[in-house]
């Protein structure tokens, strides 16, 4: 317990320092303000919830992940990621591709937390329906991220192209709910056994 505590300090430190720093200097502020709120709303609720809602370690991690995946694209918006420009290099594509890997994230995440909602609360029985609502419930998140994008187009007009990312591709949207789909796909095909391990002793404390 004392080492499962401590990591948890730690990740929480490493996005918090990470957060404080892409808010200094970003490449645009209403677009860091616009995809690190995910943040700004998840770490209170996490740390509000530590006691009587105590998540698996894997799932701190990845949520942690997640984050750091969201602040350093709103750092530098997601066209201009350096990482993000080495993959187009690397794979030889016609776009920085960073934004997907946040667009995966959106769903490998989202799946495993309902997983463990779904599955510590016993509101659902059965290994494949258990599958088939988390799969739903993160492509319903992606579908309500893109509506949120939407939202912010038709407000800010041209100022959010930063915030969007489709660096002109006319089926971004189309694109980023697949990745979502594809991520939370594999959260659960790959995951499922060591979330299931952790669920256990999780829940004898």
Known sequence: ME???KLNRLL???????????AI?????TTWLMEVL?????????????????LTALLYFLISLHALVLIVGGAYTYARVPLGFW????????RNPYDKIGHIMQGFVPALLAREILLRGAYVRGRKMTAFLCLCIALAISAAYELIEWGAALALGQGADEFLGTQGDIWDTQSDMGMALLGAACALLLLSGVHNRQLSRIQRL
């Open 25 to 29: 200097a970003p490449y645009d502020r």
């Open 12 to 22: 929480m430190a490493l996005v918090i320092i990470s957060l404080i720093a892409s």
């Open 38 to 54: 995910p943040v700004l709303i998840a770490l209170p609720v996490l740390f509000v919830t530590r006691h009587d809602f105590r």
């Open 87 to 94: 993959l187009q290099d690397w794979l030889q594509l016609a």
């Open 3 to 5: 080492h499962y505590d």
